[in-house]
């Protein structure tokens, strides 16, 4: 339940710090072009790794929950926190 959570988390933060590697590039007078080139690469790196595992993990547990289901104990919550998911996912998107 809270991989999910953990994942949306994740992308949040990595667009956050993209968009404070690329807003810092022009606080400063002299930019170093190829550390901001180099910066923009090591954060696509970190996404997609973390991405990429956490999609690995979240189809491990769908497969062990498709052969052995579990039954919802507080589906409220389970529905609060898909719309604060969704509600992310909107805001992630409307993001430049």
Known sequence: MTL???CVCA???GLCLAQSADHSAYRCDVC???MEQRSGA???L???VFLI???F???IEAFQRFFAPEEIEQPNLVLIVST?????NFIARTLP
């Open 4 to 6: 999910p959570l953990l």
């Open 11 to 13: 992308v949040l933060l």
């Open 32 to 34: 170093d072009l190829w």
């Open 42 to 44: 090591l954060g696509g």
């Open 46 to 48: 970190y996404n997609a």
């Open 53 to 55: 595992s956490m999609a």
């Open 57 to 59: 993990f979240m189809a």
């Open 84 to 88: 604060i998911g969704l509600l992310f």
